[in-house]
């Protein structure tokens, strides 16, 4: 049997507990893996809570990003071996000594990447990526990140500074030192932001990546002058009014190489800030879903 920490039911952190389960026989499509770490990420609350659907059997393992040591390979997978340190999307639960991942969103790891690094690769960094991609923002135009000092947030500014994009981003006062060392300009959120964003962007931005959603969403969106370049990971709805769209999801293992590389190379620091054994799972989890945590948070499982 392997430790594990999931819920048992829809609803809040009294639903959360470990859980003993037997070892996971990979099917087609997936490697078993010995897990070393795992991201912990706010779409693991949002599914504890129900908000993305009530689908899932009960009880369920959480989490959606790990690294670790390839134990086995499923039917029809080619391009892992057992022994190969690799990191992916997890197809079984994260929170976990053992788990599954999706070969399709998977690559090997580097060796000059730790697993901790790669833990936080395939959902945060994976999603800045796509988000970017998504929006066309390229070298010379602005764009701008509603929530940068987030998981998210922190990968998109680094990603897109690589690029050659200029970013500015939303935070908190308290934040602007840690968002500048981003390679962003800090603005601060709430009342009048629109004047501040045009203070440094008297033209406009060029791109908006929406992670909050709600009025500071439409606030801010006046300063872009293509609303077709508004992409949010949060609040579709919002977004469609104000003539945007939600994130459209590709995560490949070229594309996790490619993150990997940047991590490698010191172009993408994934600020790793809360590290929890696994037995601390549920504060890890109480960080994150409280909104506050800066960067990422992980558990280092073995």
């Known amino acids: 049997m392997a430790k594990a920490f999931g819920f048992v039911d829809y609803g809040g952190p009294e639903y959360q507990e470990f859980l003993d389960r037997p070892a996971l026989e990979p099917g087609p499509g997936q490697l078993g893996i010995v897990v070393r770490a795992a991201g912990v990420n706010p779409v693991d609350w949002k599914v504890r809570r129900g908000l993305l659907g009530r689908e899932r059997q009960l009880p369920a393992v959480m989490g959606s990003e790990a690294s670790g040591v390839v134990e086995r390979v499923g039917a029809g997978v080619t391009g892992f071996t057992p022994g190969d340190e690799v990191f992916g999307v997890v197809a079984a639960g994260a929170f976990a000594e053992q788990t599954l991942l999706v070969a399709a969103s998977s690559a090997v790891k580097p060796a000059g990447v730790g697993f901790d690094e790669a833990a936080t690769l395939p959902v945060a960094a994976a999603t800045a990526d796509d988000a970017i991609r998504d929006i066309g923002v390229g070298a010379g ?22 690029r050659g994009i200029h970013v500015i981003g939303t935070a908190g006062d308290a934040n602007r030192a840690y968002v500048e060392s981003l390679g962003a300009a800090q603005v601060r959120y709430g009342e009048g932001v629109a004047d501040r964003i045009r203070a440094l962007a008297p033209d406009g931005v060029d791109g908006l990546l929406d ?9 801010a969106a006046v300063t872009l002058s293509d609303r077709s370049r508004l992409v949010t990971t949060t609040d579709p709805i919002t977004a469609k009014e104000l003539g945007g769209r939600y994130i459209t999801r590709s995560t490949t293992p070229d594309t996790l190489a490619a993150l990997a590389a940047l991590v490698a190379d010191g172009e993408l ?5 809360g590290r929890y054994p696994l037995a601390r799972a549920a504060e890890a989890m109480a960080l994150v879903e409280s909104g506050h945590a800066r960067g990422k948070s992980i558990l280092e499982v073995s």
Do not use: K, N, W, Y
């Open 269 to 273: 620091d994934p600020h790793i800030t």
């Open 141 to 162: 135009q602005t764009l701008l990140i509603l929530g940068v000092a987030g998981g998210v947030g922190s990968a998109a500014a680094q990603i897109a500074r690589s």
């Open 211 to 219: 992670l909050v959603g709600g009025e500071d969403t439409r606030a």
